[in-house]
């Protein structure tokens, strides 16, 4: 359809609420899509990072004289050679290349550029490293002991915050049950399939580095920062890149390719192998979360206390961020009077970790909603009915802080969804079917999550315009796309916005040199701020055309043309999140420091598993999640979304553990790191529960991340209606649930 049928009378359908495939599809499906990763330039130098073996020592010499002398070698770069060794404006932060001491397995300690990648590696192997070991700190419990080694030199201590609200000790004296459990959560790789890495050329004083990011304009400015040049000499392209999950946000990849372009005066490449990710890639934080929480014969909640100690590795990271996002969903889409939580982020010499997709929810969400599965199970209520009369609806306080939810929360509904679900409605049916060994029984778990960066903390998304003669309009807009064509999304809106067709719109991202900055891809912010923003900035040019009298969606390359005639034919705005009302315990002041949201989305989820009782195979064959998204702009993709995040979710349940002994990585490749593949993955039936966030574009609300939280929780459940037993430790493992059978229920395994 083109805008000059749609005058001739046609009536326009939106394309808001269209399920729009990815603008790039089919170049995805054809393998004729050119990834980062796959960039070459005419000249172009291999390139390869020399990394520690060690997870703690001092770094006595690095010789890189053999190195440097093979024929082939460009460069062979360390420390002393970057002008500013510093990942970010803290000694926590990290080096770009360790000079002193090496604090994981994995650490960066000299880059090689070389004609070819059999010269780049031999020379790698030529560097000599003499390293003194240094203690070391393992296990997170441990890592504030008085004795304990210190990574920094304040110490192991990343990060704590604590707030209470309401008197807990009085609600949990008041209680018919208080349930006092544990849980543990691991360490999980992000497994995007294209592993980190891209190209980066120095030409006329200027860098410009090809390379997968999800904060292109935070990486122009490490880069900067590192290169000792102004950020207008560093241009950024962030994509196209096959995936991220949050691991794109703090990789140190853009300083080591825009290093070794400077000092070589030539393209190069360098692409991390499998290996290297799992050694040096960031990982989810690993938890151990404690919760004491109060119920009323009825089930209802009169408190909880939540602790949670999280394992950031040795820098720094986001660990205080993540434990941030951890305290204010500790109390979960949950709402009661009294709540307490005191979270400790602590440096060890394990694996570094990141962002991850859910930032620090899914581990205290599985806190919660094993503990709401149990007191069902002890009070004899349904697990929906006491999930139900504890729910946090739209406008309601937030537990824990006390400030006023946005109206367009959808808990209660999304629950209402999945109740009436056959997965849920015809459990008793199905469980029935069950044939031994195998039991079979079905699970619930809700979640909710903040959308956005948190009020203070200054989130803010732009975009611009220009329209052509033609009336063509392209619009550059961020966050930037990272697997998940948000740029079809923006084309969307725009088309809609404008009143034109999808066609007429062009939207470019993740390119520092044309896109304003928009801050990162994360926090289920894209389609909500981003689409903001590209909403906010068409709104501009709709105004524009209406004070002038002219008609965009009937002649748009006529009111181009005098657009461009009158020098207003370029635009720009800006979208800012709203910020928190009535904020109760925390000063409005302090907002910044802790970030809660105003707006949020939720999920709730079904989860049906068949538990083998002499073996302790676990096979989930279907699952239900009905997502709280607001408009869903795009609902095929909402789905698909929706569909990854349960597959990360149900590895995060079943099979997926980043295994580190006395700071050795013993889970090195995917041949003993176990993620969901396609045969693991259920029959899946996603629901979207209608909605509409008044803030948002066309209503819109994030979701991606939501729907990663509670399948664990939902699976832990199932496995508890199918054998009696509740798992507090992830991922549920044959060997840990068949230990937990024996110890907890030792005639499950009885026929």
């Avoid at 049950?177 to 050329?201: F, K, M, N, S, Y």
């Amino acid at each position: 359809m083109t805008s000059a049928t749609t005058a001739l009378g046609a009536a326009r359908v939106p394309w808001v609420g269209r399920s729009q495939p990815a603008e790039e599809a089919p170049q995805i499906v054809t393998g004729a899509l050119r990834f980062v990763t796959d960039l070459r330039l005419p000249g172009t130098l291999h390139g390869v990072v020399v990394r520690s073996a060690v997870p703690h020592a001092r770094v006595v010499e690095v010789d890189v004289t053999a190195a440097r002398a093979l024929d082939g070698v460009r460069a062979v770069l360390v420390a002393a050679d970057v002008p500013v060794n510093a990942l970010g404006p803290r000694d926590v932060d990290g080096p770009v290349l360790a000079s002193t001491v090496v604090r994981q397995v994995g650490d960066a300690i000299a880059l090689v550029a070389a004609e070819d990648a059999a010269t780049a590696h031999l020379a790698a192997a030529l560097v000599r490293v003499a390293l003194d070991p240094l203690p070391v700190v393992s296990e997170m419990a441990r890592a504030l002991d008085a004795d304990a080694p210190r990574l920094h030199a304040d110490g192991n201590l990343s990060g704590r915050i604590a707030f209470r609200s309401g008197d807990v000790d009085a609600a949990l004296a008041a209680a018919h049950l208080v349930l006092d459990e544990e849980v543990r959560t691991p360490g999980q790789e992000h497994v995007a399939i294209e592993t980190p890495g891209g190209t980066a050329v120095w030409e006329d004083g200027r860098v410009t580095v090809w390379c997968g990011s999800q904060n292109p304009g935070l990486h122009q400015r490490k880069i900067a920062r590192a290169l000792a040049v102004d950020p207008e000499q560093v241009r950024m392209v962030g994509g196209p890149v096959g995936g991220a999950f949050g691991a794109r946000n703090d990789d140190p990849m853009p300083v080591y390719l825009a290093l070794l372009a400077r000092a070589t005066g030539r393209p190069v490449h360098v692409h991390m192998t499998r290996e290297e990710v799992m050694a040096a890639g960031a990982k989810r934080h690993p938890f151990r979360t404690r919760i004491t929480i109060g119920f009323d014969p009825d089930g209802r909640i009169l408190g909880s206390r939540v602790h949670a100690l999280a394992d950031t590795g040795p820098v720094i990271t986001s660990g205080p961020n993540v434990m941030k996002t951890s305290a204010e969903m500790s109390t979960g889409p949950y709402a009661f009077a009294a709540a307490e939580f005191d979270g400790t982020v602590v440096y060890t010499n394990n694996a570094n970790a990141g962002a991850f997709r859910g930032y620090g929810v899914p581990q205290v969400a599985f806190a919660i909603e094993n503990a709401m599965t149990a007191a069902a199970h002890r009070l004899g209520i349904d697990p929906v009915e006491i999930r139900r009369r504890n729910v946090l609806r739209g406008g309601e306080q937030h537990s824990l802080y006390r400030h006023r939810t946005t109206a367009s929360l959808r808990v209660d509904e999304a629950l209402r969804t999945a109740e009436q679900h056959p997965l849920w409605a015809d459990r008793a049916a199905w469980a029935a079917g069950a044939c031994w060994p195998w039991r079979r029984g079905t699970g619930v778990a809700i979640a909710m999550k903040g959308v956005g960066m948190g009020s203070g903390t200054g989130d803010t998304a732009r975009a611009r315009l220009r329209i052509d003669r033609s009336g063509h309009v392209t619009v550059w807009a961020g966050p930037n796309h990272t697997g998940q064509s948000i740029q079809t999304t923006y084309r969307q809106v725009a088309a809609d916005t404008l009143g034109l067709s999808y066609d007429d719109v062009t939207v470019v991202v993740g390119d520092t040199s044309v896109v304003p900055e928009s801050g990162p891809t994360a926090a289920s912010r894209s389609t909500y701020a981003g689409g903001a923003a590209v909403h906010a900035v068409c709104l501009v040019l709709r105004e524009e055309c209406e004070r002038l009298g002219l008609p965009l969606d009937t002649d748009p390359a006529g009111t181009g043309e005098k657009l461009e005639a009158l020098g207003r034919a370029e635009h720009s705005a800006e979208f800012r999140l709203p910020d928190t009302e009535d904020p109760g315990l925390v000063p409005h002041e302090e907002l910044a420091r802790f970030g809660p949201h105003r707006v949020y989305g939720s999920c709730a989820q079904v989860v049906r598993a068949e538990v083998n009782v002499l073996t302790g195979e676990i096979r989930v064959p279907e699952l239900l999640c009905t997502v709280d998204c607001g408009t869903a702009i795009n609902p095929g993709g909402v789905v698909g979304q929706a569909e990854g995040g349960i597959l990360q979710g149900l590895g995060l349940a079943l099979m997926e553990e980043h295994v580190v002994t006395d700071g050795i990585p013993r889970t090195t490749s995917l041949e003993s790191y176990h993620a969901p593949t396609i045969a693991d993955a259920p029959r899946m039936h996603t629901v979207l529960v209608p909605g509409a966030e008044g803030t948002g574009p066309y209503g819109a609300k994030g979701m991606s991340e939501v729907v990663v939280v509670p399948t664990p929780p939902a699976l832990a459940a199932a496995v508890l209606d199918a054998t009696g037993v509740l798992p507090a430790e992830l991922p549920v493992t044959p060997e840990r649930l068949l230990a937990l059978l024996e110890e907890v229920a030792p005639c499950a395994s009885t026929e």
